[in-house]
């Protein structure tokens, strides 16, 4: 079956404008994460659903930020008015059950936002 | 804030040379990971340890756990230009009813033909 997509790959944004990311999880994951990831280093956690409901937000790092998970499949990442230390890559994530010890995570390919 | 610091941040070996990458941390963790990233793509699971002291084998790639479950290492044997990628420690911890997962710093690796 088909993996974690996202879309779009690449999306380039004049500061103040506002992005909305895709993510299209592994059908039937219950769990979905969105991580923001500097170039060179580890991903960094944003925010969390189990199914449609958002468990956890505690990293998302303003209130520019909004996550949405309506259905509990696909889900978008918002950014209101970017701004240039918003570049980064967004990884979305998703796992099979509630994310239990040892529950694998599959990463999709992530979206490169570049805010000029 | 849990913080993985992985050490070192850059390596650049010749293919066939050995090499060990450490992931350090002051948290205790209910297991640990351990990825590798290639450039364009998202972080790709190589092996989870849930077992203080543990040590998985995966080819030429040994990893281990350390006995207070704060710490790991990953060695990889005679490697290869394949091996090139960034590599992840991750530590997941179960709070609020899920696996939170709090990733490393990075460690580039260039394997030279």
């Known amino acids: 079956g088909a993996g974690v997509s996202q879309s779009p790959r690449y999306k380039v944004a004049k500061r103040g404008q506002d992005v909305a990311l895709r993510c299209d999880p592994i059908?039937?994951?219950?769990?979905l994460f969105w991580y923001q990831q500097a170039l060179g280093q580890g991903p960094e956690f944003l925010t969390y659903?189990?199914?449609?409901?958002?468990?956890?937000k505690s990293g998302l790092p303003s209130d520019r930020f909004f996550a949405e998970r309506p259905e509990g499949s696909v889900s978008t990442l918002k950014i209101q008015r970017t701004q240039q230390e918003d570049s980064a890559v967004y990884l979305c994530?998703?796992?099979?059950?509630?994310?239990?010890?040892?529950?694998?995570?599959?990463f999709g390919p992530g979206t490169r936002l570049l805010v000029l | 804030t849990q913080l993985l610091e992985q050490s070192p941040q850059f390596l650049s070996i010749q293919e066939g040379e050995n090499l060990t990458v450490y992931c350090n941390s002051s948290?205790?963790?209910?297991?640990l990971q351990w990825y590798r990233q290639e450039p364009g793509e998202g972080p790709v699971l190589l092996v989870t340890?849930?077992?203080?002291?543990e040590v998985k084998k995966l080819k030429r790639l040994t990893f281990q756990f350390g006995d207070a479950r704060k710490d790991s290492s990953l060695h990889i044997t005679a490697a290869q230009p394949g091996d090139t990628g960034l590599y992840l420690c991750?530590?997941?911890?179960?709070?609020?009813?899920?696996?939170?997962?709090?990733f490393g710093t990075g460690t580039k690796l260039q394997v030279i033909p």
């Open positions: 659903f189990q199914n449609e409901a958002q468990l956890d």
């Open positions: 994530a998703s796992s099979a059950r509630r994310g239990k010890t040892g529950e694998t995570q599959y």
């Open positions: 340890v849930v077992t203080g002291g």
């Open positions: 991750a530590g997941a911890s179960g709070s609020g009813g899920y696996q939170k997962v709090t």
């Open positions: 948290s205790v963790f209910s297991s």
């Open positions: 059908s039937g994951h219950v769990s």
